[in-house]
């Protein structure tokens, strides 16, 4: 059973689970006792990532992957841990296996943040992130690329939905009923965002914030989805419409 303060995963279409972390949100496929994990938040939020599978009378040492729409700390906690632990498969696409192995980083830095600190919620976020573990370097050493042919096989199948530009190989994820992972492709909800919508994350965070517009059409085309982001809410919107951040 999962403690009173761990989050619990809700069920928003047969067998796709989103679990709203206290920063960043995952999402648990479950295919009877089999399961794929879809990101798994900061490294902080292990044991919450851990309790919810448990929740679901699934055991984490059974993951068949761990898929990641991209390779940024926040996104990456759990799978980690599950890489280090039971040599978990941890997928991403081409593009982004180097920042999941700790190759490179795209992360903001402080001094790109440093014009947002006059914002207390900003200062929080950056409290929290840091003790979270948002300076832990990943160094994940089962990676494998997120292919189709490997994805369809996998509890849930999601299917890539290339999303380039929040970082060079982001990817969003299409899974049952009409539910679409977006990763940070999408968001409804941050400290240096306004309001809970369909929205870009603030551009501070983009690796290309030009091409992360661009894709928003990979997911605009959907048409009618519930959305399942990297951070805030699930909300479901008839049908997508994006709010782009313009914002310096």
Do not use: C
């Not at 199948?157 to 539910?179: D, E, N, Q, S, V």
């Not at 551009?203 to 990979?218: N, Q, W, Y």
């Amino acid at each position: 059973m999962a403690s009173p303060r761990s989050p619990l995963p809700t069920e928003v279409a047969p067998d796709v689970f989103f679990v709203r972390g206290p920063a960043a949100n995952w999402i648990i496929l479950r295919d009877g006792f089999d399961f794929t994990l879809i990101d798994a938040g900061y490294p902080a939020d292990t044991p919450a990532v851990l309790s919810s599978i448990r929740s679901l009378g699934l055991d984490p040492a059974h993951a068949e992957a761990v898929v990641l729409t991209h390779g940024h700390v926040d996104h990456t906690g759990a799978a980690r841990h599950l890489s280090a632990e039971h040599g978990t498969p941890v997928l991403a696409s081409a593009d982004e296996r180097p920042a999941v192995r700790g190759e490179v980083q795209y992360q903001v830095t402080v001094p790109q943040l440093l014009p947002h600190l006059w914002q207390p919620r900003a200062l929080r976020w950056i409290a929290h992130a840091v003790k979270a573990g948002g300076l832990t370097p990943n160094a994940i050493t089962t990676d494998a690329e997120a292919s189709v042919s490997r994805l369809v096989d996998l509890p849930g199948a999601p299917a890539p939905i290339p999303t380039p530009g929040h970082t060079p190989g982001h990817t969003a994820y299409r899974l049952a009923g009409g539910a679409v992972a977006t990763g940070d492709a999408v968001i409804t909800a941050h400290p240096l965002n306004h309001g809970t919508r369909v929205q870009q994350i603030h551009p501070v965070f983009d690796h290309d914030h030009a091409e992360a517009t661009r894709s928003l059409g990979e997911l605009t085309a959907l048409g009618n989805v519930t959305v399942l982001p990297g951070h805030g809410p699930f909300l479901v919107a008839h049908p997508l419409v994006v709010a782009t951040s313009t914002a310096p």
